[in-house]
């Protein structure tokens, strides 16, 4: 994989000790394909950043990058 738009969710998913298709299942999507294509070009779906918000506990500003995630 390229460079991540979005270098935070993935650190994310890799601090709450998930594998990717641990995460895309809780997400409540099939395909590793999708999980990809967000991180590589960003078009994440708001209702998709909201529920990895919920189960990695921090803002949705963090997981874009937008701030600190004790902020």
Known sequence: ???LKYPN???ERVRAGMS???LIEALGYKERKS???WLANGNI???VLIKM???????VD???GLNKKGV
């Open 1 to 3: 994989m390229n460079a």
């Open 9 to 11: 969710i993935e650190a």
């Open 20 to 22: 990717q298709d641990e």
């Open 35 to 37: 999980y990809y294509n």
């Open 45 to 47: 779906p708001t209702s």
């Open 53 to 59: 918000s919920e189960i990695f506990d921090c803002s």
């Open 62 to 64: 963090y997981l874009l």
